[in-house]
């Protein structure tokens, strides 16, 4: 069973930064990408960030682009969401996933694509 651990989620006033990591726990297992999403309160899941793990290919939501960087460390094993320029509307529970299976989709940026999940961290931004 492969387990997603997200850390680094917390509370922050508009403006600031926060780091959200993300590492697998459990059995090994090759991953094509991993990626970021969130679900703000009362509103569907949606796509924030992902990596294409074997060439770094990133791939943004417009609403993110220029403020968050999806980055990996192969050594930990570790992706990771550094999250600038915070503003309230970026509120929500930040989920992990990975996708361990190739795919013909250079980034995969639905949830569907994706095949393992965390459990989530807050991520909650005050004005």
């Known amino acids: 069973q492969v387990q997603l651990v997200e850390s680094g989620g917390g509370l922050v006033q508009a403006g600031g930064s926060l780091r959200l990591s993300c590492a697998p726990s459990?059995?090994?297992?090759?991953?094509?990408?991993m990626g970021w999403f969130r679900r703000a309160p009362g509103k569907e899941r949606e796509f924030v960030a992902a990596?294409?793990?074997?060439?770094?290919?990133?791939s943004y939501a417009d609403s993110v682009k220029g403020r968050f960087t999806i980055s990996k460390d192969n050594a930990q094993n570790t992706v990771y969401l550094q999250m600038n320029s915070l503003k309230p509307e970026d509120t929500a529970v930040y989920y992990c996933?990975?996708?361990?299976?190739?795919?013909?989709?250079?980034?995969?940026?639905?949830?569907?694509?994706?095949?393992?999940w965390g459990q989530g961290t807050q991520v909650t931004v005050s004005s």
């Open positions: 459990g059995r090994t297992f090759s991953r094509y990408a």
């Open positions: 996933a990975a996708r361990g299976s190739g795919s013909t989709v250079l980034v995969p940026n639905t949830a569907t694509q994706y095949d393992y």
């Open positions: 990596i294409r793990w074997s060439i770094s290919f990133t």
